[in-house]
């Protein structure tokens, strides 16, 4: 089952990846494609525990390909947002990279934690599994749209960051775009 999830997720990540790379600064704002990826993953986090709940009862076989439909959604979102989030952060020096590689990490590490307490604390039944990956989608949902929230309207506020935006709209910074366009 997992290969299945890896198959659907990796390939159409990674080939977005570099599409957006490469043609990501023409086409789509940064801000935009991260702000639509974290809405995404807000929506596809509510989605699951519904498609449980509705489709999983009735037919086994619709409910996989449900879900691995919202996997390949999730890549596709995962590779329009991470070039745009490691393009925005290398307007800034590189501590501020470390911040955002140590952040995807940490994300990483406090979600596998919250699915071993969701399942932990409730009964090793089906219901349980159930009631315990409904909290644990929600719990991803609400810190999915925490992000959403942080990026569109808290950090284009903070001095950094505008200070950062200004100079490389300037041209005085050496960003992707520019070593793209062939201006360094």
């Known amino acids: 089952m997992g290969r299945l999830f890896t198959i659907c997720y990796l390939p159409l990540c990674a080939l977005l ?3 957006f790379v490469y043609f990501g600064h023409e086409v789509i704002s940064s801000k935009l494609r991260i702000n639509f990826a974290f809405g995404g993953f807000t929506m596809i986090m509510i989605l699951m525990p519904v498609l449980d709940a509705t489709i ?3 037919n086994k076989q ?3 390909a449900c879900v ?3 996997m390949l959604l999730l890549g596709v979102l995962d590779g329009i947002s991470q070039g745009a989030l490691f393009g925005e952060v290398a307007k800034m020096p590189p501590k501020f990279t ?3 590689v140590g952040g995807t990490a940490s994300s990483g590490l406090l979600m596998c934690l919250l699915r071993i307490t969701t399942k932990a604390a409730l009964p090793n039944t089906e219901e349980g599994l159930r009631t315990s990956a409904a909290v644990y989608f929600a719990c991803g949902a609400v810190l999915c ?3 959403l929230i942080a990026h569109a309207f808290i950090l284009p506020r903070l001095a950094v960051v505008r200070f950062y935006e200004e100079k490389a709209d300037a ?3 050496l960003t992707p775009g520019r070593i793209l366009e062939g201006k360094h």
């Open 17 to 19: 990846i570099g599409v």
């Open 56 to 58: 999983l009862e009735s």
């Open 62 to 64: 619709k409910a996989l």
């Open 68 to 70: 691995l439909f919202l």
């Open 98 to 100: 470390h911040a955002v």
């Open 145 to 147: 749209f925490s992000c």
């Open 171 to 173: 041209g005085n910074l």
